[in-house]
């Protein structure tokens, strides 16, 4: 982590960045926004390639798809909506969800979209298809679904009621691991082992996906009542999160030690982005990304 620079910084022009997000090769940036719109950047140039207008509140969360074609995004306007990337037209707009949509993401061949909301609930969506109701709606949270992962064979979500609830896609079984402490983000690392997930009480817990057991806890950084997201570097070695005191926190995976703790600023870094296969790494603040990496 000591070879990370700070390599651009962008004004997104949007409000306040609600979250950022890499596409899935890592050469575009999607930054959400609380004046309702959605933008396409590149973030090494800090060119703004298009912005999408459609939804009715602010923009929570986005992810694009395997091919690059289409982005999904949620808003609080408690609908997604999928999108063109190159016309910037909204293809389907998804409303079903009874509040605000917090999460959304693909599944591998980007056909399924699945979303999570403070109605407690997580829909599925075929959106190939011009059916406008989920092909599947999972009941099983208590609190507000904040976060969520798809992998190949498994819908990964986490909620303020303190549980990690893992649905098996391929034998329609779930499991429910209780943390006790709302869970604000959950993310994976890239060899699906485990789950990392960001929690209120300012703790990082890293779970072992199959057996549900607590491996380690990461600690240092302050969330208070912000909803603060982490993410998993330098090939599952290292732990990285924001903060509400405008410090990126980095810590050994393995033991649990905090390693650095780098200044980016003095306001709240609540999202971030990790390069799908780089080592660059994006962080929002306010209303502006910033673009971190090796020297150039």
Known sequence: ???????KTIDCMQGAVRAV?????????LTCGSDKKLKLWNPKTGLLLKTYFGHGDEVLDAQGSCDSCHVVSASKDKSIIYWDVST?????????????VNCVRFNEDSSIAVSGS???????????????????????????????????????TSSLDGAIRTYDIRSGELTTDTI????THITITKDQQCVLAACSDSTI???????????QEFRGHETDSFHIECGVIENDTKIISGSCKGYVHVWDLLQGKEI???PIGTHVIHSLAT????KEILFARKNEIQLWGPPE
């Open 205 to 215: 817990r890293l779970i072992d996906t199959d057996s549900g057991d607590l491996l």
């Open 180 to 183: 006790g402490e709302p869970i």
């Open 1 to 7: 982590m000591g070879d990370l620079t700070h390599l």
């Open 260 to 262: 650095n703790k780098i």
């Open 88 to 100: 910037g037209q909204p293809l389907r707009r998804l409303r079903v969800h009874a509040g605000t």
């Open 275 to 278: 390069h799908p296969t780089g």
């Open 21 to 29: 997000r890499f596409n899935v090769d890592g050469s575009y940036a």
């Open 118 to 156: 403070t109605d407690n609930t997580v829909m599925c969506w075929d959106i190939r298809t011009r059916k406008n109701e989920p092909i599947q709606v999972m009941k099983d949270a208590k609190d507000a679904v904040r976060s969520l992962i798809v992998t190949e064979a498994k819908i990964i």
